[in-house]
């Protein structure tokens, strides 16, 4: 992880601030045309660009996919642009995550003494749909040493 500017729970990042500039500066647009492009709320785009706020995952995943990177590609974890291979088919959080789970041969209960949240928090996602926060995905994708690409189901590539 770079070391930027962090706040609690990974919220701003000043190298996600210069690659999200980059990435628009690129496709020569402005911050309300790339909005547009990606059916993004324009403020969420103004807010990466001007201050690093990263949005929640799903705007990264939307992000990313339509650049064809990587999550910490994106996030400027890395500068290792060429390293996306898009999972064919592409999974899901919660199926990766049960399959991980059998892999391990382990429970979700198992993982928290790894993590630093409740474990009660995989069976709220699984039921409900929903993703993790940023700071979250680091911990699981950590705890079993993946990638969040692989984590999110993007890529086939650990």
């Known amino acids: 992880m770079s070391e930027d500017t962090l706040i609690p729970n990974r919220r ?3 190298a996600f601030r210069l690659r999200i500039t980059e990435l628009i500066k690129n496709a020569g647009l402005n911050n309300t045309t790339y909005a547009k492009l990606l059916h993004i709320d324009r403020d969420t ?3 990466a660009a001007n201050y690093g706020i990263i949005p929640k995952v799903q705007i990264l995943m939307r992000i990313a996919d339509h650049h064809k990177i990587t999550i910490t590609y ?3 974890d890395n500068d ?3 390293n996306f291979h898009e999972a064919s ?4 959080f919660h199926i990766r995550v049960k399959e991980l789970c059998e892999e391990k041969k382990i429970v979700f209960s198992d993982i928290k003494y790894h993590v630093s949240f409740p474990y009660a928090y995989f069976y709220d996602w ?3 749909g929903t993703l993790p926060t940023l700071d979250k995905l680091d911990s699981i994708a950590s705890y079993f040493g993946v990638s969040l690409d ?3 189901g993007r890529s086939d590539d650990r």
């Open 12 to 14: 701003i990042s000043d």
């Open 45 to 47: 785009i103004t807010h």
């Open 74 to 76: 994106l996030l400027g």
């Open 80 to 82: 290792d642009e060429d």
């Open 89 to 92: 088919p592409r999974s899901t």
């Open 126 to 128: 699984m039921r409900e």
């Open 150 to 152: 692989y984590l999110l």
